[in-house]
């Protein structure tokens, strides 16, 4: 029988360095010659990727509902596991995830205020009982955090979307929710201190690589 592949994900802020840091770990758990899936949410399938714009347009003039906000992500979710995570996982590849529903427990949950009662009930219902393996976390302060953001939004020429137009208290509320979500499972989440150089988180998420990986063969 193939053996269930290891299910990783990355999360942090806007303007932590995620995006390269996912291409980073892939490539790493690639070196030691695993087959590695890399996707990311809300996305990863031509239909999540279909909710991902109709989430992220910043265009509709009227306010998207925080409970439809919330459906969203976990139907574009659904769709995810569904069609590419749990394949992957049973045929023995390793997946590494940019954001999951630690992000919904952060956005919807520390940013829009939602209960996290009633998340914790959707997590259920989408994911019976599946949860990433390994969770990298790139955490920190608000302040560097939005410097970094608003210098890439600026590089990039394009609107923001509707979670870049978010205020400081918002960001601030989502980086705590992470933090505290962290706390409640240490076993599971490794915290990145992603303040410093990328060659410094590199290392950093190299060696929680390391350790972690050694222990699961
Ligand atoms: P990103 O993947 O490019 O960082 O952008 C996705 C945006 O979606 C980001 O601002 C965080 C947000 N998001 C949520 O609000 N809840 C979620 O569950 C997920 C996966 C993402």
Redesign the pocket.
Known sequence: MTKRGRFITLEGG?GVG??TNVSFVAECLQAEGLEVVRT????GTERGEAI?AL??DPAPQESLNVDA?LLL?FAA?AQHLAEKILPALERGAWVVC????D??F???GG?RGIAKERIAILENFVQQGLSPDLTLLLDMPQEAAKQRLESRLSARHEQR?R??QEQADFFQAVRDAYLARAADAPERFAVIDAQHSLDNVQAQLRQTLATRVATWR
Do not use: C, N
Not at 40 to 43: S, T, Y
Not at 98 to 101: A, E, G, I, L, S
């Open positions: 806007e995620k995006s990311r949410e809300p996305g991902r989430l992220l906000e992500m979710r940019d954001r999951f529903t992000a919904t952060a956005y919807q940013g979307d979670f870049e």
